[in-house]
T-cell receptor, first 115, second 115 residues
Framework: DTGVSQDPRHKITKRGQNVTFRCDPISEHNRLYWYRQTLGQGPEFLTYFQNEAQLEKSRLLSDRFSAERPKGSFSTLEIQRTEQGDSAMYLC?????????????FGPGTRLTVT | AQKVTQAQTEISVVEKEDVTLDCVYETRDTTYYLFWYKQPPSGELVFLIRRNSFDEQNEISGRYSWNFQKSTSSFNFTITASQVVDSAVYFCALSAQDSGYALNFGKGTSLLVTP
């Protein structure tokens, strides 16, 4: 399977705990995006990477959210001190580098439930 | 600033009917890109089409067709002879340079096709 993969698919955590999600993009894609989708809404952009460089992070929802892509391959999204409002689907997408306008391919998402 | 509006929240049709999903957008960029994605009940976003702002030619792909009109800032999507498998949430999205080419999604239109 050469699509975008995300792990875990589901995460249930208690309020106040930290969680980390992983995204593995399509292998030749060097752009990687994170989005959040809440019920009944379209995905909301959070951040993106070009290779290992995080080029936009002002849209991260708070300073509790951080993302990394240390070697320009997989990426992680961490949420510290989770709150019930963080419950959502977290989506990762990748696109082909050098083509800024290219279509993004999405992974299956990680559904987070904060109790 | 960018905005994508999908005024139709839910549409229900009977199989074999034609259906059009509306999308209206706002952007100050002169170069931008428009997309449609499908999100079936399984949840994974599926890329359908990308359109460049400088190419207003309409496109047809099987039962799907898209009508792009810059004069009305619209990018509508028509499914001809709908099928039950078309049941999904459909998202229109816009990307442009001022957002780092991240996708800005509408709220989606939920399409239900009944036998």
């Amino acid at each position: 399977d050469t699509g975008v993969s995300q792990d875990p698919r589901h995460k249930i955590t208690k309020r106040g705990q930290n969680v980390t999600f992983r995204c593995d993009p399509i292998s030749e894609h060097n752009r990687l995006y994170w989005y959040r989708q809440t019920l009944g809404q379209g995905p909301e952009f959070l951040t993106y990477f070009q290779n290992e460089a995080q080029l936009e992070k002002s849209r991260l929802l708070s300073d509790r959210f951080s993302a990394e892509r240390p070697k320009g391959s997989f990426s992680t999204l961490e949420i510290q001190r989770t709150e019930q409002g963080d419950s959502a689907m977290y989506l990762c997408a990748s696109s082909l580098g050098g083509n800024l306008r290219g279509e993004q391919y999405f992974g299956p998402g990680t559904r987070l439930t904060v109790t | 600033a960018q905005k994508v509006t999908q005024a139709q929240t839910e549409i229900s049709v009977v199989e074999k009917e034609d259906v059009t999903l509306d999308c209206v957008y706002e952007t100050r960029d002169t170069t931008y890109y428009l997309f449609w994605y499908k999100q079936p009940p399984s949840g994974e976003l599926v890329f359908l089409i990308r359109r460049n702002s400088f190419d207003e030619q309409n496109e047809i792909s099987g039962r799907y067709s898209w009508n792009f009109q810059k004069s009305t800032s619209s990018f509508n999507f028509t499914i001809t002879a709908s099928q039950v498998v078309d049941s999904a949430v459909y998202f229109c999205a816009l990307s442009a340079q001022d957002s780092g080419y991240a996708l800005n999604f509408g709220k989606g239109t939920s399409l239900l096709v009944t036998p």
